[in-house]
């Protein structure tokens, strides 16, 4: 884990001691990844060192003891008045609410006045998927879009493992030439270590034999599967541009991103009949109400059919 930020002069030593514990706590019990804990430690210090500004002294568990719903929503408006959006502030104050639970449980607090403020409404934003015929043009224009040409059925592999597999661009990049050849099902390990089966298609073995029959490079169990000019482990970057380009060629939206592919291989399932909870354990996600995002994504295709094609439309 890396070295947490330095701790603010609003922080006094205990309080600082029970943010320590309850990040190593989340991290060990509750599987959270690495990202994670940094951005509840983000949170939280932002939050102690309001504390500390709004009452004059440094944040201390006694004074956290006698938090009221005022104090968090002074927290709230001071966080807006600095510009931070509705849905980072419903994070930030979402593992406020989790530390204080924590803490009110160890010490014996009641804080059941702080922990009743709500965090303010907006709006999901939904994904942004292609459609299939999108997808496909944009793979025939990856695929014959670099001059290299074992550089070109790289940029294919992988994007056919992000739009058949559903998998994120860091779980494909990261993936070691152990894991060659593929099996029926692929082991992931996504989001906070946790693991899940992805079936592999026939085309997406077959778009990967193929790069791996023209990469220069030797493929080699603990080495990268996915190779940059330089022999080194390929980087996300490289892979947006070369969906960049293919989406300019063809006139595709900004949207048009690698992990759009991801959300087109959950939204295309459920268009053609699949379950959410299928799609959520295919996606990895831990929860299922992040997976029902794609139902809005159905049900906004559906309307917009039933609009265009209704008499009374």
Same mark, same amino acid.
Do not use: K, N, Q
């Given at each position: 884990?890396?070295? !947490?930020?330095? $701790?603010?002069? #609003?922080?006094?030593?205990?309080?600082?001691?029970?943010? !320590?514990?309850?990040?190593?706590?989340?991290a060990a019990t509750r599987d959270r990844s690495l990202h994670t804990i940094n951005a509840y430690r983000a949170d939280l210090l932002a939050f102690l060192a309001f504390l500390g500004g709004h009452h004059g002294e440094a944040a201390t568990p006694k004074s956290i003891a006698g938090l009221k719903q005022a104090d968090m929503r002074a927290f709230a408006a001071s966080e807006r008045a600095r510009g931070l959006g509705a849905r980072s502030l419903a994070r930030r104050q979402s593992?406020?609410?989790?530390?204080?639970?924590? /803490?009110s449980d160890r010490e014996g607090y009641d804080l059941s006045a702080a922990l009743s403020t709500r965090s303010p409404k907006y709006a999901r934003s939904l994904p942004r998927p292609l459609t299939i015929d999108q997808a496909q043009d944009a793979?025939?224009?990856?695929?014959?879009?670099?001059? $290299?040409?074992?550089? #070109?059925?790289?940029?294919? !592999?992988v994007m056919?493992?992000?739009w058949g597999c559903g998998l994120r661009i860091s779980e494909a990049l990261g993936l070691d030439g152990r894991e060659w050849p593929f099996r029926d099902a692929l082991t992931i390990t996504g989001k906070g270590g946790k693991e899940r089966k992805v079936p592999v298609l026939p085309v997406a073995r077959d778009a990967i034999a193929e790069y791996l029959r023209q990469c220069p490079w030797r493929l080699a169990p603990d080495q990268p599967l996915f190779r940059g000019v330089r022999g080194g482990r390929l980087s996300a970057d490289q892979i947006a541009s070369a969906l960049r380009r293919a989406r300019a060629s063809l006139g595709l939206p900004a949207t048009a991103t690698p992990h759009a592919l991801r959300h087109s291989f959950a939204t295309h399932l459920l268009a053609a009949g699949g379950d959410l909870r299928t799609i959520q354990e295919l996606l990895g996600h831990a929860s299922l109400s992040t997976t029902q995002v794609y $139902?809005? /994504?159905?049900?906004?295709?559906?309307? !917009?059919?039933?609009?265009s094609a209704h008499p009374r439309g």
């Open positions: 884990m890396t070295a !947490a930020p330095a $701790t603010p002069l #609003a922080l006094a030593p205990a309080t600082a001691d029970a943010l !320590a514990r309850w990040l190593e706590l989340e593992a406020v609410r989790s530390f204080l639970r924590w /803490i793979l025939d224009m990856v695929a014959d879009g670099h001059p $290299t040409p074992w550089v #070109a059925a790289r940029d294919a !592999a056919t493992l992000l $139902t809005g /994504i159905d049900d906004a295709h559906l309307m !917009a059919v039933y609009r």
